[in-house]
């Protein structure tokens, strides 16, 4: 059995169909749990919802679980390692998502976005207080540091350097290309935008300390919220210390009722969505499809992390 643990739209349950077969996966809400099917799963793909030692414990006929995306730290790789499961990513294949989210949310905050559509909507576009427009501010002349330097980054960096901003970037090895390597320190207290390409790992989380960043800078996450110190990013924006972030990503998804950031202005807000685009879907689907081929003929499975 395969099994799709998600909330897919219409149209990821026809990209589905289309790829595997009607019928072929069986979909489970990502609210809910798995228990009733665990005994028969035997691939489980994964978007989401956490996959528990005691999930894996309790399906015994599991192979395989395919994440739809890149990171796996909601998996509990030991269990899976410790029982036989393989676990496999797709790095690529949200990357043009991801870098294009973070262009929007670099442009939200800049050109504050949220802030005159709401106004605008109210008939109230040209009422608001001359002061505000200037706080509003263009990509280009700016020094973007990206922190990771993976498929997203390299997509981005390009579009950003063709507005007219300078590119630095910090990751665990240099690279070649037109862009500057500065250390993080460095990266973090110099760059006017800071945007997070990196995965979670315990060397990484709250690695990201806001006041270590440039007053007045801008921060940008689609990578994972537990790298940044999140009380701490509150006081920050709060402060004034940034100018403003743009949030993919938080430590508790979804960002719940009540949470600070969800009454400052100077957030834009997004509830993990970067990746999640039709385009991104299709080549995911066949990826996914493609490593169920090869579980069944014994072949090696693609992006294999364990």
Not at 68 to 80: E, F, K, P, S
């Amino acid at each position: 059995m395969i099994v799709l643990h998600a909330r897919p739209s219409p149209g990821f349950r026809e990209a589905v169909d289309a790829i595997f077969g009607v019928g072929v996966v069986v979909h489970v809400d990502e609210a809910a749990p798995l228990d009733e099917v665990a005994p028969d799963i035997t691939v489980l793909l994964h978007v989401l919802t956490p996959v528990t030692a005691q999930f894996i414990a309790a399906a015994p006929k599991l192979k395989l679980i395919q994440k739809l995306g890149v990171g796996v730290n909601t998996i509990a790789l030991d269990a899976a390692r410790g029982s036989g499961v393989a676990v496999c990513n797709m790095p690529g294949t949200n990357s043009q998502a991801v870098a294009e989210m973070a262009l929007s949310l670099m442009m939200a905050v800049l050109r504050r976005t949220c802030f005159f559509d709401a106004r605008t909507r109210a008939g109230e576009g040209w009422t608001a207080d001359p002061s505000e427009l200037d706080s509003v501010g263009e990509i280009g002349g700016r020094t973007v540091g990206l922190v990771g330097f993976g498929n997203s980054a390299q997509l981005l960096a390009p579009v950003l350097a063709a507005l007219g901003a300078k590119i630095v970037y910090t990751a665990r090895s240099t690279r070649d290309g037109p862009y500057e390597f500065w250390p993080i320190d460095r990266l973090l207290a110099e760059s006017d935008i800071v945007s997070l390409h990196m995965p979670l790992t315990e060397e990484t989380r709250a690695s990201i300390d806001p006041f270590a960043m440039k007053k007045g800078a801008v921060l940008v996450n689609t990578a994972r919220g537990e790298l940044v110190d999140q009380a701490r990013l509150v006081d920050a924006l709060a402060s004034g210390h940034l100018r403003g972030a743009g949030l993919d990503v938080f430590a508790d998804e979804p960002l719940p009722r009540g949470n600070p950031l969800l009454g400052l202005p100077n957030a834009v807000l997004a509830p993990h969505i970067a990746w999640l685009t039709p385009e991104t879907l299709v080549r995911s689907l066949a990826v996914a499809h493609e490593n169920c081929r090869r579980l069944v003929a014994g072949e090696p499975l693609l992006h294999q992390v364990v």
